[in-house]
Every structure is written in C-alpha cells, then in structure tokens.
C-alpha cells in the first residue's frame, strides 16, 4: 500500500483528515514526516533540512488561508552532531519567522536514518477547504513551479550550494492568509500541480481546464531541463514545490490580492467535470512516497 492508498483508508477512520491541515475550533493543525533517503539529497545542509521539515507542515497552514503561530520537530539521527543540531534549529527558526510563526522546540532521539518530524499549529476562523470550487471560478498557482525538480537536477550535478538554495523555499502564509476572504477551494502542491488539480477536482466535485503556455515555470528549471518535455515534467507533476492553488471568482481575486504581493498566475478555468490541459487529459500523476 502506497502513501495514497492508505490515505484513503485512513479517511474513512478519521473525520478530520481529507485536507492540508485538520481544522478544530479554529486551531489548525498539521505534521510532516521527512527522511534523509527520500526527502533531503546527499549534500542537503542540516539548515537547510530544518527550514524544509518546518516549511512543509507551514504551507499546510498557508493552504488553509489561516496564521501559522509555532512550530515543533522530533529530529532523529544516529548521532547527535552539536553543529548540525544548532543549523537544524536556525533553519527552522529563520522559515518560522518569514511566516511570522515561532520554532518553541520538540524532542530528540536516536535513529537508524535521519528522519524529522514537523508539527506546526495555527489560527483561522473561516478556514478554506478544498472542497469550494465552482465551476466559472478561475484556477490559479502562486510564485513559479519545478523549483524543487530543479534543485534535484543541481545535488545530482555536485551542484550543493545551488541545491540548498533552491531547497529552501517561502512557505505562503502570508499570501494564504490574504487569499482566504475570496479563494473559495485552496491546496498546496506538495504533490505536484497535476495531481493536486486532481484532488481539488474530487474534493470539490468539478473539472478543471488549464493551459500549458500559462504555467508560470521558475528560471531555475530552464537551467537542467533538457528539452520542452522535461520542462513540463518538472513543472506539473514532479511537485515538491510547496505553491497554493486555489479558485475563486477572477474579480474578487484580482480585486483583493495587490500586484506587491506573492505573484499569481491564472492558469485555467473549473468546469463541470475532468481534469484537461490544453484540452487533452491531465494524468493524476505527481510526488509519491
């Protein structure tokens, strides 16, 4: 059974599950689990781990449209390094305080496989699910797409330095948060834009028709992408990328959301049903553990 799979059973047990983050009388709630062998390189910085392992769990925060307020990690390793401890800790310090949230601590123990678990709590009082989305609303993506595939390419090329750069992400709280009044279904794309469509699709009973010329693909990508193929691979379904999607009716997000803030994208349209792009069908197909 893969990560997916045993979501969907998980579902069923837990009524809370099914979204970024679990919503309780307006706390909200989310963890992370990362490990050194599928989530952090061979030259991943324990600085850069920290601000990773702490930025998943806030853009789970950021999907809800809610204040993220601190953060936690039980940080396993088979040796305890005070160099690494310390730049693990600044790492998810200095990711907090872009979120204006606090890292306050968590727990230590010995383990076979570097391994980080991030816990990171928040606010909201009208939280923004994914289950809204109607068709007219127009879809959108924040900031740029294939950073994280990007990043891949420059570890396996010895490039460390450029690696750890672009590992290290802005989680979109801030813009989460002014998104919330107008967003009506919101994600983020952890699991990489194509299947994230998917999710909101399902969640909210719909379809979405997108435009590949629309994407708005990072730099970064144009720098290990061998042809147009690799682009879009890395751009829509490799994910990691820790972006919003989101609907909402194109007035009121154009009429709330400033030109100063987090860049937007427009890039297709909900529709009664299926998942298309440039009106071909989009695979259900992204990140996997």
Do not use: K
Not at 106 to 115: R, W
Not at 116 to 127: C, K, L, Q, S, W
């Amino acid at each position: 059974m893969d990560e997916r799979s045993a979501l969907g059973l998980l579902a069923g047990q837990v009524g809370a599950a099914g979204d970024d983050a679990a919503v309780i009388d307006g706390l909200v709630i989310t963890t992370d689990m990362l490990h050194e062998r599928t989530d952090f390189p061979a030259g991943t910085t324990r600085y850069t781990a920290g601000w990773r392992a702490i930025g998943a769990s806030l853009s789970d925060v950021a999907a809800m449209g809610a204040r993220a307020t601190a953060a936690v990690a039980a940080y396993g390793a088979p040796a305890f390094a005070p160099d690494e401890i310390e730049a693990f800790v600044d790492g998810a310090s200095e990711v907090c305080a872009l979120a204006d949230a606090r890292y306050v601590g968590g727990d230590l123990d010995n383990h076979d496989e570097f391994t980080v678990a991030g816990t990171v709590v928040g606010r909201t009082d009208e939280p923004v699910y994914r289950s809204g989305a109607t068709p007219g609303d127009a879809v959108y993506v924040t900031g740029t797409l294939g950073r994280t595939g990007a990043a891949i390419h420059e570890f396996e090329r010895g490039n460390v330095d450029r690696g750890n750069e672009l590992f290290r992400f802005e989680p979109r709280v801030v813009a989460g948060r002014r998104l919330a009044p107008v967003a009506t279904a919101m994600m983020d794309s952890s699991d990489g834009l194509a299947r994230s469509l998917h999710q909101l699709a399902a969640a909210s009973d719909c379809g979405f028709d997108v435009e590949w010329d629309r994407l708005p693909v990072d730099p970064s990508v144009d720098a290990v992408a061998a042809d147009d193929d690799q682009r879009r691979e890395l751009a829509a379904f490799f994910g990691e990328d820790f972006e919003l999607v989101f609907t909402g009716p194109s007035a009121d997000v154009d009429g709330a959301y400033g030109s100063d803030e987090t860049p937007i994208t427009r890039i297709g349209t909900v529709t009664e049903a299926g998942v298309r792009a440039d009106g071909d069908p989009l695979p259900n197909r992204g990140y996997t553990h």
